[in-house]
């Protein structure tokens, strides 16, 4: 991963983080038991253990990021860390841009009463703009799911 965009989510009193890859604009979804920094931390930890550390590392400004802790993280696992003005945070656009997609999957799920992860791999395995689909361009693989699919 060469640069990652971080952004919270907040559906029905549960709260999710969405973590971006800007290359391949794959994002993964993970549910929070907390939004404190040591929980952040700890998701980011696991999802740097399967794509690898980013180069850079681009946040909103939230207390979870400016903390002394996710500052020593950055500088323990070596990415560079930096944070959007709360007042702009269109200034993260790809995490934005993924931030109202993960909403619309969370909310369609909610309305079908069907399991949101279900839907990822529907979203994963989607080319962009004609091209490849973030699946393929960070995994260089389509990824298996519940839809039947004839162009494997």
Known sequence: MASSGYRFVHLEHKDYLVTVDYYSRHFELDKLHSTTFAAVISKLKASFARHGIPEAVISDNGPQ?????????????????????????????????????????????????????????????????????????????????TLPNTNQ
């Open 65 to 145: 990021y400016s903390s002394v802790e996710f500052e020593t993280f950055a500088r323990t696992w070596e990415f560079l860390h930096t944070t959007t003005s709360p007042y702009h945070p269109q200034s993260n656009g790809l995490a934005e841009k993924s931030v109202h997609t993960a909403n619309k999957l969370l909310e369609k799920a909610k309305a079908d009463k069907s399991d949101p992860y279900l839907s990822l791999p529907e979203y994963h395995n989607s080319p962009v703009n004609g091209f490849k689909s973030p699946a393929q361009l960070l995994m260089s693989r389509h990824l298996r799911s």
